[in-house]
Every structure is written in structure tokens, then in C-alpha cells.
């Protein structure tokens, strides 16, 4: 285990989700603040990415589904997730 965390702390997921519902919801790689470019531009509002598959679900506005989650769209690209601090916590 320890060794799969000291290669966690510097490599991301192919895939990840700020879900806590979710398989791909990771909470010690989010607790690093993970930065997502997406086709070149920093988005902020990325719910979930692939980056094998290249996508991300980004939240649309402040719509909301009939059991108040947001709702998101998938959108195809370019993904580039990277830690904003470049230190252990």
C-alpha cells in the first residue's frame, strides 16, 4: 500500500470525479487541488475527467436534476489534469 501511495502523490488517475457517489471519486488525490486544462484553457468546474477517453463533465450553470446534484454536460478533448501545489501536504 505505502508504495502505491508515494506513486500516487505525484502521478493523477486516468480518471477522477468530485462525486463521493461515485467508483472513480478519489479523496486523498483531491485534497492535493487538482487543476484541469481542457483544450488549453484552466476549467474550474469539472466535475469528472478521462483522460484516456478524452472528456470532461462540467457543470451546466445552476441547473439542477429533480434530486438537487447539478447537472453536467460531457465534452470531448484534450485533457491535462495537473496538481496546483507542487508540495506534499
Known amino acids: 500500500m505505502n508504495e502505491k501511495n508515494e506513486s500516487m502523490s505525484d502521478q493523477l488517475p486516468d480518471r477522477l470525479s468530485t ?3 461515485s467508483p472513480y471519486y478519489n479523496a486523498d488525490v483531491l485534497a492535493r487541488d487538482v487543476g484541469i486544462r481542457f483544450k488549453g484553457v484552466e476549467k474550474t468546474n469539472v466535475e ?4 484516456s477517453e478524452g472528456w470532461v463533465r462540467v457543470t451546466a450553470g445552476n441547473a439542477r436534476d429533480r434530486y438537487g446534484n447539478p447537472l453536467t454536460l ?3 478533448g484534450p485533457v491535462e489534469p495537473y496538481f496546483r501545489d507542487k508540495t506534499e501536504p
Do not use: A, Q
Open 74 to 76: 460531457k465534452v470531448h
Open 48 to 51: 469528472e475527467y478521462c483522460v
Open 19 to 21: 462525486d463521493p457517489k
